[in-house]
């Protein structure tokens, strides 16, 4: 695997369930983020994870949680969700904040819908 | 908080027509991203601008910056169909927070 990972790629769940999505950089990475991506809004940033910290929760409700267990990998746990939650989610990764630059790269997205 | 715009949002152009997006934004930066997304795909890195006057080209693609202007222009040459896609641009203050300042998009679409 190169790059940036999610799964699953695509997920439909009630509003009652609970499921997670998963992330993975083989970049060597520092920092992990999670951007939502809606039909009517521009891209949202949801979390940032630097070196396994969150540095950043952009006030996202409660029913999103992350993980980020090392600097690999990241995770988002989802429960009782609502159908405006439905979205394209968007896992990136960059070399460290504060550098140079902080180019992100980003995984194909896992497509969201909560009936 | 720093404010991205994009124009226009929606642009449909002829194959082998010159056009240009702007990416304005509201504060200081000297650092500036552009990204492609294809239909149901992830965004792709194109460009990376890191000063004043920086140009970067790839194909009938290039983007240019003004950090004084707070502008960066992406300019598509010659037009192909290839090329429809939506196009962001992102604004990075250079915080140890890592965010970045995301627009709109312009999705552009070349016809025959």
């Known amino acids: 695997e190169t790059g940036v990972t999610q799964t699953p790629r695509h997920l439909v769940m009630g509003m009652t369930n609970k499921k997670s999505l998963k992330c993975e950089q083989h970049l060597g990475h520092n920092a992990m983020y999670w951007y939502k991506q809606s039909a009517k809004k521009p891209l949202e940033l949801m979390f940032v994870?630097?070196?396994?910290?969150?540095?950043e929760n952009n006030s996202v409700p409660s029913r999103f949680s992350p993980e980020c267990p090392n600097s690999s990998h990241l995770f988002l746990h989802l429960h009782t969700l609502q159908p405006e939650d439905s979205a394209l989610y968007l896992c990136a990764s960059s070399l460290q904040p504060g550098l140079a630059y902080n180019e992100q790269f980003f995984g194909p997205g896992t497509r969201l819908t909560v009936l | 908080e720093l404010k991205v715009e994009q124009n226009p949002l929606f642009l449909s152009m002829q194959e082998g027509k010159n056009y240009t997006i702007y990416c304005n934004y509201s504060?200081?930066?000297?650092?500036l991203y552009w990204y492609r997304q294809d239909p149901g795909k992830s965004l792709e890195s194109l460009f990376v601008l890191l000063s004043n006057g920086a140009v970067k080209q790839e194909g009938r693609l290039m983007a240019s910056l003004d950090t004084k202007a707070r502008l960066s222009t992406l300019h598509i040459t010659a037009a192909v169909h290839d090329l429809s896609a939506t196009y962001f641009c992102?604004?990075?203050?250079?915080?140890?927070?890592?965010?970045?300042?995301f627009g709109r998009g312009t999705q552009l679409t070349v016809w025959p």
């Open positions: 994870y630097n070196f396994k910290e969150q540095t």
């Open positions: 504060t200081t930066s000297d650092r």
């Open positions: 992102a604004v990075d203050r250079g915080s140890t927070l890592g965010r970045l300042y």
